[in-house]
T-cell receptor
Framework: SQQGEEDPQALSIQEGENATMNCSYK?????LQWYRQNSGRGLVHLIL?????REKHSGRLRVTLDTSKKSSSLLITASRAADTASYFC???????????FGTGTKLQVIP | DAGVIQSPRHEVTEMGQEVTLRCKPISGHNSLFWYRQTMMRGLELLIYFNNNVPIDDSGMPEDRFSAKMPNASFSTLKIQPSEPRDSAVYFC????????????FGPGTRLLVL
């Protein structure tokens, strides 16, 4: 199974609302990243949080990491229709730059 | 920078034919990754190179798949012979190493094997 499992698999919200996506993983990690994928496009890196960090912000994005629970969450505040996309968490572990992607959360923001 | 470049963007071929996908990573990046994405299996890492050397090819499905990186600016993923179940979007990504380990993805090649 995938190292990262996102929850929920799909999420539909109204524009202006906050969207929260969760990611759980199984093994120890060096860092965890969140990526966004618009339909028919490649993935775009959003934010990276290291194993010794608990929270990180970037614009309207807030990421938390709980290594004791092996979980992370991505919060998008004041969502916009343009945030409609699939969001993936990716964990990095081991000595090389191997990154394992989760199954993704499909977010729909309704205008 | 032009970003990661992949070609072709779309490929339609018949079962049994050879397919070659190409990738040009971002200049200066020393790691390159090939992924396959399908609805059923999600995003799968096929192989990744560091300094042109294959580090982990455990994700390569079978012997029909092969990947090369003859130099720092070019990589190929070849499928021979192709089968309908190989139909997917194939992404190439590169990263610069160091502490960031952010991967930059190309636009992907959409492959359809009939």
């Amino acid at each position: 199974s995938q190292q990262g499992e996102e929850d929920p698999q799909a999420l539909s919200i109204q524009e202006g609302e906050n969207a929260t996506m969760n990611c759980s993983y199984k093994t120890s990690i060096n860092n965890l990243q969140w990526y966004r994928q618009n339909s028919g496009r490649g993935l775009v890196h959003l934010i990276l949080i290291r194993s010794n960090e608990r929270e990180k912000h970037s614009g309207r994005l807030r990421v938390t990491l709980d290594t004791s629970k092996k979980s992370s969450s991505l919060l998008i505040t004041a969502s916009r229709a343009a945030d409609t996309a699939s969001y993936f968490c990716a964990t990095n572990s081991g000595g090389y730059q191997k990154v394992t992607f989760g199954t993704g959360t499909k977010l729909q923001v309704i205008p | 920078d032009a970003g990661v470049i992949q070609s072709p963007r779309h490929e339609v071929t018949e079962m049994g034919q050879e397919v070659t996908l190409r990738c040009k990573p971002i200049s200066g990046h020393n790691s390159l990754f090939w992924y396959r994405q399908t609805m059923m299996r999600g995003l799968e890492l096929l192989i990744y190179f560091n300094n042109n050397v294959p580090i982990d090819d455990s994700g390569m499905p079978e012997d029909r798949f092969s990947a090369k990186m003859p130099n720092a600016s070019f990589s190929t993923l070849k499928i021979q012979p192709s089968e309908p179940r190989d139909s997917a979007v194939y992404f190439c990504a590169s990263s610069s190493g160091g502490s960031q380990e952010t991967q930059y993805f190309g636009p992907g090649t959409r492959l359809l094997v009939l």
